[in-house]
């Protein structure tokens, strides 16, 4: 990586620390937010071998829209087209009940461009990685099965990562765990 894309990725870091500074993970330990934007790059880079810098700048950025006062007209200024697109792309309308907002993520999907699509597989299998354990199984459940039906729209995108999503997927909690609580 150059030094121009290293700077643009080490700026997208702090900025997105900057906005999800006060944010806490459902967790048990309530960790720090950001660690989930930091385990999307290491997933797309580390596990999947993606190095795009705007991708992975825009995997940095994927939720400061949808969870803090971050504007569209920020991102652009500050990023540029590239990075703000992706990141407009892969984010939801809050104002959306969630249910529609999830099918809308589905619909959404169908059509995403290749680095949208990689920002989504590294999204959802961190999610599926990191399933608070004070979930019930069946609100468990209803979310692997949303992540996989958003995945299921653009198969072949990415072999390594389609694979670590089987990987994460297979850990979706049974109906027979369910009966044992």
Request: net charge negative; proline share 4%.
């Amino acid at each position: 990586m150059d030094h121009a894309s290293l700077a643009l990725l080490i700026d997208a870091l702090s900025f997105a620390a900057q906005q999800h500074r006060n944010q806490r993970r459902l967790d048990p330990d309530a960790s720090p937010y950001i660690n989930h934007p930091i385990d999307l790059i290491r997933v797309l880079s580390v596990e999947g071998g993606v190095h795009d810098p705007q991708i992975l700048c825009a995997a940095l950025l994927h939720d400061v829209l949808e969870d803090s006062a971050t504007t569209h007209q920020e991102l652009l200024e500050r990023f540029g087209a590239e990075i703000c697109n992706l990141v407009m792309e892969v984010s939801d309308d809050t104002a959306l009940p969630k249910v529609e907002r999830r099918r809308q993520q589905v619909l959404r999907a169908r059509s995403a461009s290749q680095g949208a699509r990689l920002i989504k597989l590294a999204d959802k299998i961190s999610n599926l990685r990191q399933i608070p354990p004070n979930w019930d199984v069946s609100r468990a459940q209803s979310y692997f099965d949303f992540a996989a039906e958003v995945i299921n729209q653009f198969r072949g995108t990415h072999v390594e990562l389609e694979s670590l999503f089987e990987l994460a997927f297979a850990k979706r909690p049974s109906d027979d765990v369910s009966k044992e609580r």
